[in-house]
């Protein structure tokens, strides 16, 4: 039956689309590009102030310059400062130039973009805090900085002139000193009377006063420091906004220049023990023709000298440790998108897939730390990170953040020309992240912290914890393969495991004395592992009929087996107007507007196999509609839903009539979540909004990161959630180092994941899923059943656990503490290696007994 629908599928969605691409044609003709009105920036600034802005509650003091803006925050516990920029930064020898002082000076660096998508980098040291042009508002609670940055000099509010009648009326106001000076710097101007270098014209057409009276004009050149000067001198004299106002008008000889200006402001507050700093998303101006792409908030804040010890925390994987001074300038630097790539966004090659499951950073620093949390707008993130050598002296982690999104075109196949497109607008909603100050001094101590910083966030975080060792085993039913039926190629679906097999599995697995498991379903329904969107749910009837799934369904409940059906509501994999998906209508766009047309890439040479068919992304409130659809049929069934995407990738839509942002995805996403959570909820890797709602997390990711930059991994994230959710790395028989793995598994307290087939490998032959070769039953349930045994045996007690310390010790053995004081020792070396009195055999671990 699904050869004959996969026919008729194909040739529908084939030539369907061709009676109406005509018309698609001619719509897209019609759309013109939207005229956009000029913006002027107003340049923020004015006196520059003295002294200093403060903050100040029970726990912490927050002291901010005036003058610069620069700022400290001291913890009243510790007596720990930490500064928001080096003390040292112009005597740093390792900043050779003037630029890269400037940057350790800086609170705020910008980018932006243009047509031709070349970006640039602004710090506000050179571009706004030495130009004046910011103000600084204290509040009750707050204190806020507007700062306008661009390469423009601050709007001083003196006039450019004045008749000769006013201009003595106000200098007689003045002391004899600034009445001298002041005169100094406006020349008075005859129109009769012009020196040879004048150009009467140009004046008459600034100043057409001129032509009937004598005026006093600034001279051009002036400095801003005596621009300063003067505007106090006018302002005591009794000049006001008012005469400001009418003489501006009246006068003004400033230019539209069309040069990059930037409106951005940052708001600090103290919380407790936290620093929390904000950015109004809809506050910030900029214009068009220089669109803000990204902004990264206070790179050098607590940063560690040459002669400090420390090191950064990373969300990398589950977390990594730079060391302070590590040597390795020559590596490139940490970048890392939090939550990953948003697939809404093109790209045509992908070497290495960055992304951050939680949104933080840490630092210590002799003895005090201090933890970042993203919070508003975390999705929009970034996460840097670099050590001494490279531009300056100073180890810094920082967050930016992606304002304004763009992708490249192409005008013509006829022209190497390609531009870029812009985003044309910011959303209103809020950036902030939230420094937590301690004195914790090793990163398991801080791992605790952000525990509780995660309880405080999450309320219901461990409300779904078992009190058994995680183990799950998924069951792939059917994939696609490509057949031909009268010449035409088409994809039908290849059985790999029956409904029926499927229950053979499990009760050889309890036979073996695998008894205590959650079972998830892949490619169960609608034709298998990338299956056709969720506008309805059927079953696959070459591994059997509804009625077999439902038998399945039966036998599994007596068994007592907890079972998750698994599928996708992100993308439309062999899917078209026979299934109810159609492109145009239902599918997500790039900001190019057009749709969100996907390939895989190459782990060889890294492109895009557009030799293979493509999927596309759908548009969130589609994504909706599927996922209601798939949670309709579990219902049905009363079984749990395992969810491959949602709660892992964070895909936008940019479509200019129905823009979704990257927060209001993971709304939905949240959304989602809960309403899945009925019958219970599998989540695949899990953002750490995710985490709440999971009956178990499949597939984290605990394997060590590849960036050389990096000094070595930890189980951070797993310290700061172990007890609270159940998880498991990627299925042990399908990864690339099974042993590893397993050190992994044990090493960070996760559980046990298997993949299995009925059939052998040699099935999947021609096929495009070689990643389930090592998946066959008959191969791997023995070691399977070896490995469940004894990871139950050593780990059922401390599920629960808190995971209290984790370290590295001479040896290079990794040992994990939990609260009940059993310890894991694993090693990693070809070698045996006795440590605190335990012997940890080579490529294996041993587990000691709390007292």
Same mark, same amino acid.
């Given at each position: 039956?699904?050869?004959?629908?996969?026919?008729?599928?194909?040739?529908?969605?084939?030539?369907?689309?061709?009676?109406?691409?005509?018309?698609?044609?001619?719509?897209?003709?019609?759309?013109?590009?939207?005229?956009?009105?000029?913006?002027?920036?107003?340049?923020?600034?004015?006196?520059?102030?003295?002294?200093?802005?403060?903050?100040?509650?029970?726990?912490?003091?927050?002291?901010?310059?005036?003058?610069?803006?620069?700022?400290?925050?001291?913890?009243?516990?510790?007596?720990?400062?930490?500064?928001?920029?080096?003390?040292?930064?112009?005597?740093?020898?390792?900043?050779?130039?003037?630029?890269?002082?400037?940057?350790?000076?800086?609170?705020?660096?910008?980018?932006?973009?243009?047509?031709?998508?070349?970006?640039?980098?602004?710090?506000?040291?050179?571009?706004?805090?030495?130009?004046?042009?910011?103000?600084?508002?204290?509040?009750?609670?707050?204190?806020?900085?507007?700062?306008?940055?661009?390469?423009?000099?601050?709007?001083?509010?003196?006039?450019?002139?004045?008749?000769?009648?006013?201009?003595?009326?106000?200098?007689?106001?003045?002391?004899?000193?600034?009445?001298?000076?002041?005169?100094?710097?406006?020349?008075?101007?005859?129109?009769?009377?012009?020196?040879?270098?004048?150009?009467?014209?140009?004046?008459?057409?600034?100043?057409?006063?001129?032509?009937?009276?004598?005026?006093?004009?600034?001279?051009?050149?002036?400095?801003?420091?005596?621009?300063?000067?003067?505007?106090?001198?006018?302002?005591?004299?009794?000049?006001?906004?008012?005469?400001?106002?009418?003489?501006?008008?009246?006068?003004?000889?400033?230019?539209?220049?069309?040069?990059?200006?930037?409106?951005?402001?940052?708001?600090?507050?103290?919380?407790?023990?936290?620093?929390?700093?904000?950015?109004?998303?809809?506050?910030?101006?900029?214009?068009?023709?220089?669109?803000?792409?990204?902004?990264?908030?206070?790179?050098?804040?607590?940063?560690?000298?040459?002669?400090?010890?420390?090191?950064?925390?990373?969300?990398?994987?589950?977390?990594?440790?730079?060391?302070?001074?590590?040597?390795?300038?020559?590596?490139?630097?940490?970048?890392?998108?939090?939550?990953?790539?948003?697939?809404?966004?093109?790209?045509?090659?992908?070497?290495?897939?960055?992304?951050?499951?939680?949104?933080?950073?840490?630092?210590?620093?002799?003895?005090?730390?201090?933890?970042?949390?993203?919070?508003?707008?975390?999705?929009?993130?970034?996460?840097?990170?670099?050590?001494?050598?490279?531009?300056?002296?100073?180890?810094?982690?920082?967050?930016?953040?992606?304002?304004?999104?763009?992708?490249?075109?192409?005008?013509?196949?006829?022209?190497?020309?390609?531009?870029?497109?812009?985003?044309?607008?910011?959303?209103?909603?809020?950036?902030?992240?939230?420094?937590?100050?301690?004195?914790?001094?090793?990163?398991?101590?801080?791992?605790?912290?952000?525990?509780?910083?995660?309880?405080?966030?999450?309320?219901?975080?461990?409300?779904?914890?078992?009190?058994?060792?995680?183990?799950?085993?998924?069951?792939?039913?059917?994939?696609?393969?490509?057949?031909?039926?009268?010449?035409?190629?088409?994809?039908?679906?290849?059985?790999?495991?029956?409904?029926?097999?499927?229950?053979?599995?499990?009760?050889?697995?309890?036979?073996?004395?695998?008894?205590?498991?959650?079972?998830?379903?892949?490619?169960?329904?609608?034709?298998?592992?990338?299956?056709?969107?969720?506008?309805?749910?059927?079953?696959?009837?070459?591994?059997?009929?509804?009625?077999?799934?439902?038998?399945?369904?039966?036998?599994?409940?007596?068994?007592?087996?907890?079972?998750?059906?698994?599928?996708?509501?992100?993308?439309?994999?062999?899917?078209?107007?026979?299934?109810?998906?159609?492109?145009?209508?239902?599918?997500?766009?790039?900001?190019?507007?057009?749709?969100?047309?996907?390939?895989?890439?190459?782990?060889?040479?890294?492109?895009?196999?557009?030799?293979?068919?493509?999927?596309?992304?759908?548009?969130?409130?589609?994504?909706?509609?599927?996922?209601?659809?798939?949670?309709?049929?579990?219902?049905?069934?009363?079984?749990?839903?395992?969810?491959?995407?949602?709660?892992?990738?964070?895909?936008?839509?940019?479509?200019?009539?129905?823009?979704?942002?990257?927060?209001?995805? !993971?709304?939905?996403?949240?959304? +989602?979540?809960?309403?899945?959570? %009925?019958? @219970? =909820?599998? *989540?695949?890797?899990?953002?750490? $909004?995710?985490?709440?709602?999971?009956?178990?997390?499949?597939?984290?990711?605990?394997?060590?990161?590849?960036?050389?930059?990096?000094?070595?991994?930890?189980?951070?994230?797993?310290?700061?959630?172990?007890?609270?959710?159940?998880?498991?790395?990627?299925?042990?028989?399908?990864?690339?180092?099974?042993?590893?793995?397993?050190?992994?598994?044990?090493?960070?307290?996760?559980?046990?994941?298997?993949?299995?087939?009925?059939?052998?490998?040699?099935?999947?032959?021609?096929?495009?899923?070689?990643?389930?070769?090592?998946?066959?039953?008959?191969?791997?349930?023995?070691?399977?059943?070896?490995?469940?045994?004894?990871?139950?045996?050593?780990?059922?007690?401390?599920?629960?656990?808190?995971?209290?310390?984790? !370290?590295?010790?001479?040896?290079? +053995?990794?040992?994990?503490?939990? %609260?009940? @004081? =059993?310890? *894991?020792?694993?090693?990693?070396? $070809?070698?045996?290696?006795?440590?605190?009195?335990?012997?940890?055999?080579?490529?294996?671990?041993?587990?000691?007994?709390?007292?």
């Amino acid at each position: 039956m699904e050869g004959k629908r996969s026919w008729i599928k194909s040739i529908l969605n084939i030539f369907i689309p061709i009676a109406v691409l005509g018309i698609v044609v001619m719509l897209l003709f019609k759309i013109q590009p939207e005229e956009v009105e000029p913006i002027e920036i107003e340049i923020r600034g004015g006196s520059i102030g003295e002294g200093m802005a403060i903050l100040e509650n029970d726990d912490l003091i927050f002291t901010m310059d005036r003058a610069t803006s620069r700022f400290s925050v001291t913890d009243k516990a510790t007596g720990v400062v930490w500064d928001s920029n080096p003390e040292n930064a112009d005597n740093d020898p390792l900043a050779p130039t003037i630029d890269k002082k400037a940057n350790l000076k800086s609170t705020l660096y910008i980018t932006y973009g243009n047509v031709n998508g070349i970006m640039t980098t602004y710090n506000n040291s050179t571009y706004s805090i030495d130009k004046g042009i910011f103000d600084i508002v204290e509040n009750k609670d707050s204190v806020v900085v507007n700062y306008t940055i661009g390469n423009t000099e601050k709007e001083y509010k003196i006039p450019l002139a004045l008749s000769e009648k006013d201009f003595k009326a106000i200098t007689k106001n003045m002391d004899k000193k600034a009445s001298k000076q002041v005169k100094e710097y406006y020349r008075k101007t005859d129109i009769n009377n012009l020196r040879a270098s004048d150009n009467k014209e140009d004046l008459l057409a600034r100043y057409p006063d001129l032509a009937d009276m004598k005026l006093y004009i600034l001279r051009d050149g002036v400095a801003q420091h005596l621009k300063a000067t003067i505007e106090t001198y006018f302002w005591n004299a009794g000049y006001t906004e008012e005469q400001y106002q009418a003489h501006l008008a009246r006068y003004s000889t400033k230019k539209s220049e069309d040069i990059p200006l930037f409106n951005i402001s940052v708001e600090y507050k103290l919380d407790g023990r936290d620093l929390v700093v904000s950015v109004p998303m809809d506050k910030i101006e900029y214009k068009p023709d220089y669109p803000l792409v990204n902004i990264e908030l206070l790179p050098y804040f607590g940063a560690g000298g040459t002669e400090d010890q420390g090191f950064i925390v990373l969300p990398e994987s589950s977390g990594a440790i730079i060391e302070f001074n590590n040597g390795r300038s020559d590596q490139n630097p940490y970048y890392a998108n939090v939550y990953g790539w948003d697939y809404a966004s093109s790209r045509t090659s992908v070497v290495t897939e960055t992304r951050n499951s939680f949104p933080m950073f840490g630092l210590s620093k002799n003895g005090a730390s201090f933890l970042c949390m993203l919070e508003d707008g975390a999705s929009y993130g970034n996460i840097n990170a670099d050590v001494s050598g490279r531009f300056d002296g100073y180890n810094h982690v920082d967050a930016g953040y992606s304002i304004v999104h763009y992708e490249s075109y192409d005008v013509t196949e006829k022209s190497n020309a390609t531009f870029y497109v812009y985003e044309d607008s910011i959303p209103a909603q809020m950036i902030s992240q939230r420094y937590r100050f301690g004195d914790a001094d090793n990163y398991s101590d801080m791992a605790a912290v952000y525990r509780n910083y995660l309880l405080e966030r999450y309320p219901n975080l461990g409300s779904k914890k078992s009190d058994k060792m995680p183990a799950v085993i998924e069951v792939i039913g059917a994939i696609d393969k490509v057949q031909q039926t009268a010449g035409i190629p088409y994809k039908q679906p290849l059985e790999l495991t029956t409904y029926d097999e499927t229950v053979e599995i499990v009760d050889e697995l309890k036979n073996l004395g695998v008894d205590d498991f959650d079972l998830k379903l892949t490619g169960a329904v609608n034709d298998g592992v990338k299956h056709y969107v969720f506008t309805d749910v059927d079953t696959v009837s070459r591994l059997g009929g509804k009625s077999d799934f439902k038998d399945m369904l039966e036998n599994l409940k007596q068994r007592n087996i907890k079972v998750y059906l698994e599928g996708q509501t992100d993308f439309a994999y062999d899917s078209g107007w026979s299934d109810g998906y159609i492109g145009f209508r239902d599918g997500a766009k790039f900001v190019s507007r057009e749709q969100a047309e996907l390939y895989d890439y190459s782990f060889v040479w890294y492109g895009q196999e557009d030799y293979n068919d493509p999927y596309y992304l759908v548009k969130p409130s589609y994504k909706k509609e599927c996922f209601d659809e798939f949670k309709s049929f579990t219902d049905e069934y009363q079984i749990g839903m395992a969810l491959r995407n949602t709660g892992y990738l964070l895909n936008s839509d940019y479509n200019p009539k129905d823009k979704v942002t990257r927060e209001e995805a !993971k709304k939905l996403s949240e959304e +989602i979540l809960s309403d899945a959570a %009925e019958y @219970g =909820t599998i *989540v695949n890797h899990a953002n750490d $909004y995710a985490l709440q709602y999971a009956d178990v997390v499949t597939s984290m990711d605990i394997s060590n990161s590849n960036m050389a930059i990096i000094d070595y991994d930890i189980p951070f994230y797993e310290m700061a959630i172990h007890g609270l959710v159940d998880y498991t790395g990627v299925p042990i028989n399908l990864s690339e180092d099974f042993e590893y793995e397993i050190l992994k598994s044990a090493e960070f307290g996760a559980g046990l994941a298997f993949t299995f087939m009925r059939c052998s490998p040699d099935r999947i032959q021609e096929t495009l899923y070689s990643e389930y070769f090592g998946g066959s039953f008959d191969l791997w349930k023995d070691k399977a059943a070896q490995l469940y045994k004894r990871f139950k045996n050593d780990f059922d007690d401390v599920s629960d656990k808190k995971m209290i310390s984790h !370290k590295i010790d001479e040896n290079n +053995i990794r040992i994990t503490e939990y %609260e009940n @004081g =059993t310890k *894991v020792y694993v090693n990693y070396e $070809y070698k045996d290696i006795e440590t605190d009195g335990v012997k940890v055999p080579a490529r294996d671990f041993a587990v000691k007994r709390g007292e």
